[in-house]
């Protein structure tokens, strides 16, 4: 017959084995300085699954007052928010930490420890009510998680990352939602002998595999590194992206003339919701092998970006144009392929420092 202690002396071993991880993997991403914001967002998930992992050990629930596990729970529970935060930061290079990410992370934790040192135990009628709430954040931003990395997702031309992507957002929310289930059929909401172990080991796979990619790519295919993003100076936008001209094969040179003819000849960044498979089904070759051009020998991480620097290419030159000074600015930017006015004066902000209204009357000025 087995040791009691046996089963006890694994799941401790394996919980120190995923903190010390998670360590080295905010250790990691804390590298390049400065860091960027999805980093600290990934060091902040690593610190909090660290936190989530001791608060679910066995012996803590059952020995610590509840009072005193209140802030470990609620730091547990705001995990699930933050897993949003995190993957927000991976399907989009240009993320910044905004006041909409801190706020509900810090507003769950508030009503989390609220619920768990104060309004359990009380004999309040509300209790039940504010137990529903608390149990209801992590499905709920579970399912806006997924929304979230399925948006823009075939617009990722780094492979590697869209491939880790993948495996973080599936087993992030798989994992959620498994332990949403099992917490609710254990007694109390608590994790005891298999399935507290359970948990640590699914945990353990999602952390080694992110880790082993993070050690070995060191990062650079996750999160856009800090300085690769420099602010251009006001009015001094890039050009559109221009083709190479000696590509290493002869495959690759034709592709690259077909794809300088359709963007440049063509004009097929007017297209309507132009996609990397529609214009990889236009130019009649595979679409791993556009993404590959795009990205490898262009440098573009995102299909979208890519696009956008032909078309505010195109508008730059229509607005610096004497002859179209009274052609209105929504005109000019659907005629360059965008949908809206919006998504045009964000990008056109971005990428020259300058509103398009500014950018014309300064260059009008010069004329």
Request: charged residues 20%.
């Amino acid at each position: 017959m087995m040791d009691p202690a046996v089963p006890a002396l694994v799941d401790a071993a394996l919980r120190g084995t995923l903190v010390a991880l998670q360590l080295l993997l905010a250790g990691v991403l804390l590298r390049d300085r400065p860091p960027s914001s999805g980093r600290l967002v990934a060091v902040a998930m690593a610190l909090g699954l660290c936190v989530q992992v001791i608060a679910s050990t066995p012996l803590l629930e059952a020995r610590v007052p509840l009072f005193w596990r209140a802030p470990l729970i609620a730091i547990s529970v705001g995990n699930a928010v933050l897993f949003w935060v995190f993957v927000c930061s991976l399907v989009d290079d240009e993320f910044v930490l905004r006041r909409r990410h801190v706020v509900p992370w810090i507003a769950v934790m508030a009503f989390s420890w609220f619920v768990m040192a104060i309004v359990v135990g009380s004999g309040s009628p509300a209790t039940w009510l504010c137990l529903g709430v608390q149990r209801a954040v992590p499905p709920f931003f579970a399912v806006l998680t997924a929304i979230t990395a399925t948006l823009n997702w075939r617009a990722d031309l780094v492979e590697r990352r869209r491939r880790l992507r993948g495996f973080v957002v599936v087993m992030g929310v798989g994992y959620t939602l498994l332990m949403i289930v099992l917490r609710t059929r254990s007694p109390h909401g608590q994790l005891v002998d298999g399935v507290a172990t359970l948990d640590v080991v699914l945990l353990l796979v999602i952390v080694g595999v992110v880790a082993s990619q993070l050690l070995r790519l060191g990062g650079s295919d996750l999160f856009l590194p800090v300085a690769a993003a420099p602010t251009p100076e006001p009015g001094d936008a890039p050009a559109a992206p221009v083709l190479p001209l000696e590509p290493p094969d002869p495959a690759e040179q034709r592709l690259a003339d077909a794809l300088q003819r359709a963007m440049r000849t063509d004009r097929a960044y007017r297209t309507e919701d132009l996609t990397v498979a529609g214009l990889a089904a236009r130019l009649a070759v595979p679409e791993y092998r556009l993404r590959r051009l795009i990205n490898q020998r262009l440098g573009h991480r995102n299909f979208n970006a890519f696009v956008n620097g032909f078309r505010l290419d195109e508008a730059r030159a229509a607005l610096a144009d004497p002859t179209k000074r009274d052609l209105p600015i929504l005109t000019i930017a659907l005629d360059a392929g965008f949908q809206s006015i919006g998504p045009f004066n964000r990008a056109f902000k971005a990428a020259t420092g300058l509103t398009p209204g500014e950018f014309r009357r300064e260059k009008l000025a010069d004329s």
